[in-house]
Each structure stands twice: as structure tokens, then as C-alpha cells.
T-cell receptor, first 110, second 113 residues
């Protein structure tokens, strides 16, 4: 599976958009980009995933660059409850295993 | 729906004791997984079961055994617990071709003294 690079930590003001970057320069054509988050002491929670096109759901938006070497997870209006570790993961659609890195600790400040 | 249920939520073991962590899912998923998470670390895959009747080693299988009892249940056994196995253990399930990713349980916090 392709390796990802994320910043160790980020801060965001409550109510503002949080933009979390992820670099996956070695991504293959059949690999999807997945985002999960883990709120303190809880199990990870699926957020969103995509292959080539930008995706949006009720939680977030995923912007994937045209060359697919990087992506950005956008939380449009961050709240204090969005404080969590966010994991960016790439894997083939046919591969069911997820490999977690250390992720980005997003702290939303009042 | 309960999703993925793990028992127990907390456990303290003495070195050398054995125990089984239980996991059950009610989403009719084919695949199930066991991860461990140490402080400040990401999750590491211990074992997984792609489908009922199959199990495979993940990244850190040493010291553990698993049983896929049926489609719903996937247990993790520590035969002789060691302090290095102090961790939070998460069970997860998914479809083989999932659109919504994994569903995780709430975790079992294990301390080995």
C-alpha cells in the first residue's frame, strides 16, 4: 500500500473550516484515499473516501489533486467535538486491510 | 443496531495469565479485524479474517491467537500475557468490497502487570 505523510498536529478556530492535508505521492491507480478519525479513547470512525473525483458527505469534503499525489480533508465548520486524530490511508479497492499511520491531531479551539 | 461489540471493556491480568477478548458484529460483514493501539501510536493490525473460516496474520501477531467462530464473532486470545501486551485492543468489521469503510468497536483496555 502507498505510504502517506500528514502533519503531526494542526489547530483550527471553532466555526472555521479545517483543512487537513495528506501527501500520497506513490499512490497507484487502483488505490483509494480513505479518511478516518479517532476521538480520544474511542474506536476510529470512517469519514469519507475517494478514488479520483472530489467527494462530499454530511461530515466532510475530500479534495484529491488531479495527479492524485495529495488530498485535503475539509471540515467546513469545525466544532470542539471535531478535536481528534485524523488518519489518511490509501489502499487498493480490492484489498480489505487498512494500515494506520500516526495521523494528524486536530485541535479545535474556542 | 449495535454495530461492533467488544467485551470486556477493561481488564487487568497478571503476567502469564490467559484471556480471550470477544468481538461480535451484527452488520453481516464478511471481514473482521483485531488491532492494538499503544499510547501515542497508530493502530497496528494483529490478525484479520477476510471471510468466515479464514484467518491471517497481520503486522504484530506474536503472542496472540484468533478464532473466527462464525460470521458474527471473532475472538482474540492471549495464551500467556506479558506486560508488552498492555494496550487498547480494537475489533473492526467490513465488507470485502466496502463502500463505507470499517466499523470499529469501542475497544478493550488491557493492562498486564
Amino acid at each position: 500500500d502507498a505510504k502517506t505523510t500528514q502533519p503531526t498536529s494542526m489547530d483550527c478556530a471553532e466555526g472555521r473550516a479545517a483543512n487537513l492535508p495528506c501527501n500520497h505521492s506513490t499512490i497507484s491507480g487502483n488505490e483509494y484515499v480513505y479518511w478516518y478519525r479517532q476521538i480520544h479513547s474511542q474506536g476510529p470512525q470512517y469519514i469519507i473516501h475517494g478514488l479520483k473525483n472530489n467527494e462530499t458527505n454530511e461530515m466532510a469534503s475530500l479534495i484529491i489533486t488531479e495527479d492524485r499525489k495529495s488530498s485535503t480533508l475539509i471540515l467546513p465548520h469545525a466544532t470542539l467535538r471535531d478535536t481528534a486524530v485524523y488518519y489518511c490511508i490509501v489502499r487498493p479497492g480490492s484489498n480489505y486491510k487498512l494500515t494506520f499511520g500516526k495521523g494528524t491531531l486536530l485541535t479545535v479551539n474556542p | 443496531n449495535a454495530g461492533v461489540t467488544q467485551t470486556p471493556k477493561f481488564q487487568v491480568l497478571k503476567t502469564g495469565q490467559s484471556m480471550t477478548l470477544q468481538c461480535a458484529q451484527d452488520m453481516n460483514h464478511n471481514s473482521m479485524y483485531w488491532y492494538r493501539q499503544d499510547p501515542g501510536m497508530g493502530l497496528r493490525l494483529i490478525y484479520y479474517s477476510a471471510s468466515e473460516g479464514t484467518t491471517d496474520k497481520g503486522e504484530v501477531p506474536n503472542g496472540y491467537n484468533v478464532s473466527r467462530l462464525n460470521k458474527r464473532e471473532f475472538s482474540l486470545r492471549l495464551e500467556s500475557a506479558a506486560p508488552s501486551q498492555t494496550s487498547v485492543y480494537f475489533c473492526a468489521s467490513s465488507e470485502i468490497r466496502d463502500s463505507y469503510g470499517y466499523t470499529f468497536g469501542s475497544g478493550t483496555r488491557l493492562t498486564v502487570v
